[in-house]
């Protein structure tokens, strides 16, 4: 009985996951296709972009502070006195390589991912995306490419700016709360912080704001019933975005390379 | 001409279209008629390419358009208006970017022929000077009538009206008939009509089908229809509670 279950389980999962990848195709197809949508592209760079900069400020700064806290004890405890300056690389390498990536993906896809799927839902229900079709726009072209796009580029762009607060952050909470010697702290980060480790956190912020736009679409372009409907695509999009930077994240980080 | 040959379509289970035949002529209006939930906007997004059938054929001018894929579609959408039974019109942009729509991917007039036509087809649908307002700042009857201008501003050879005078007050509505008679013996536009409303019916009508069932159960001018001996027309043109339409 159990067995019966878990096959239609799995071909809705291998159906679900089938939309998302044609989707993606044709979304990374029609990047290179004209007319471009650049009003709607720039508009989203700013919903996304600039939009998000309070959030972002606000989680990175207490990411950081929370991390600086955290690696203090932790080499205040177990190596000893005098050895929490050397906290500065590690807490920067852990906040440009997974924690500030990890959570500006998180923010955006609570707040754009959701917010793309409400507005292409209602679009789909109140049959504005068919209007779309009947005057000869492609809604994957007029819809889908320039958020994908705006997603994509927008990304990385929050996560250096939210690296740069996180570390700003876990620097003066070290070194003035906490006593850390700015010296050696600063001379350790700029020793062995490389711009890889950087760079590496943008790609994966890249990857995230691909996932979340093309989630986000997905649900909003597939929702019906009303309301209600719009509802659903709205905590499916958070639920599966967010799970999914999780899980690819793990991936990405076992597949790039810790230095080049 | 516009030609449907047996479509069928079904959501999930439940069957809409069983069988649909029809015949519509170039420069003819023909209006459907049918229950609520009967499949007649669904045959219209057919028509569109909007919806796929399971089964069946529609052709337009002798081209099969239910091959046809994206990009075709696209090419044949430029002979297709629309006007949606909710006007469907984009809640983010103004009256006047709504109505431009479809000249700027249509057409190439410059800004200006654009803007001058815009306001050509707000006029002929009794709105004037209303094109930076948004959607959300006009009354259902408005926004049907913009929806409208939408969809005839670009010239199209066939226009799909989805219950044109749901919503509007009987003025108005038959204000939308004249247009709708208008744009016939101006620019011999092929009309098909989705509608419950019977006097709109009579008055812009070439010819009238009746949806049933998933099926075109009978054809004919309205004189032919208001004559017609079958039951169930005679129940649904006089708007009977009681019938072979409710009674089975």
Known sequence: MK?????PLLLGALYQLGEVGILLGKTLRNIFRRPFEKRIFIQQIEEIGAGSLPVISLTAAFGGLVFAL??????????????????????????????????????????????MAAEIGTMRITEQVDALISLGADPNRYLVVPRTLASVLMLPCLTLYGDIIGIACAFVYSTVIMGVNRI?????TLLYLEIWDVASGLIKAAVFGLLIAVIGC?????????????????????????????IVNFFLSRALPSTI | MIKIVDLHKSFGKTPVLRGVDLEIEAGETMVVIGQSGSGKSVLLKHLMGILKPDKGKI??????????????????????????????????????????FGLERYTDYSPAEIGRIVAESLTEVGLEGIEGLMPYELSGGMRKRVGLAR??????????????????????ADSINDLINDLKRDLRVTSVVITHDMVSSYKVADRIAMLYEGRI????????????????????????????ITDR
């Open chain 1, 3 to 7: 067995r019966r279950h878990r096959v």
């Open chain 1, 70 to 115: 955290q690696t203090y004890i932790g080499f205040h405890r177990y190596i000893g006195v005098g050895s929490e300056a050397y906290g500065g690389p590690v807490i920067s390498l852990s906040l440009v390589k997974e924690l500030i990536p990890i959570l500006v993906g998180l923010m955006v896809s609570g707040r754009v991912g959701s917010a």
């Open chain 1, 184 to 188: 050696i702290y600063l001379r350790n």
């Open chain 1, 218 to 246: 997905w649900q909003g372009l597939k929702t019906e019933g009303g309301a209600e409907g719009v509802g659903r695509a709205t905590t499916r999009t958070v639920v599966i975005a967010s799970i999914t930077i999780l």
């Open chain 2, 59 to 100: 052709m337009i001018d002798g081209l099969e358009i239910t091959r046809l894929g994206e990009e075709g579609l696209q090419r044949i959408s430029r002979k297709f208006g629309m006007l949606f039974q909710s006007a469907a019109l984009f809640d983010s942009l103004t009256v006047g970017e709504n109505v431009s």
């Open chain 2, 151 to 172: 969809a005839i501003a670009y010239g199209p050879e066939i226009i799909l009206y989805d219950e044109p005078s749901t919503g509007i007050d009987p003025i108005r």
């Open chain 2, 217 to 244: 159960i009978e054809i004919g001018t309205p004189a032919e229809i208001q004559a017609s001996s079958n039951p169930i027309i005679q129940q649904f043109i006089h708007g009977r509670a009681r019938g072979p």
